[in-house]
């Protein structure tokens, strides 16, 4: 069994920051692409940003400058800094793994998400 579990979340001022966290465990024998996405209320599951195994990292136009994703492959555990929230960045976020579990076993996990609220 693999589990992604997030943490981080909250409610803050616009302008403000927070850090997710998502940590990986499980039967994991590698993890390949890690990333964040987000679903507002009425709207569809978006991209927020990616990061490799090598490090390479996306970002959707509506974040870059302000958010910044990382990882630490010891930990198989993936990180958000969010800062400069606005308040149309209210959303559960998600963290999303490519995870190899061995024997051809390949495949997308999610984690349970987490609510970020920014206030104006």
């Known amino acids: 069994q693999v589990q992604l579990v997030e943490s981080g979340g909250g409610l803050v001022q616009a302008g403000g920051s927070l850090r997710l966290s998502c940590a990986a465990s499980?039967?994991?024998?590698?993890?390949?692409?890690m990333g964040w996405y987000r679903q507002a209320p009425g709207k569809q599951r978006e991209l927020v940003a990616t990061?490799?195994?090598?490090?390479?990292?996306n970002y959707a136009d509506s974040v870059k400058g302000r958010f910044t994703i990382s990882r630490d492959n010891a930990k198989n555990t993936v990180y958000l800094q969010m800062n400069s929230l606005k308040p149309e960045d209210t959303a559960v976020y998600y963290c999303?793994?490519?995870?190899?579990?061995?024997?051809?076993?390949?495949?997308?996990?999610w984690g349970q998400g987490t609510q970020v609220t920014v206030s104006s």
């Open positions: 990061i490799t195994i090598g490090g390479s990292t």
């Open positions: 499980g039967s994991i024998f590698s993890i390949n692409a």
């Open positions: 999303n793994a490519n995870i190899y579990r061995g024997s051809g076993l390949r495949r997308e996990y």
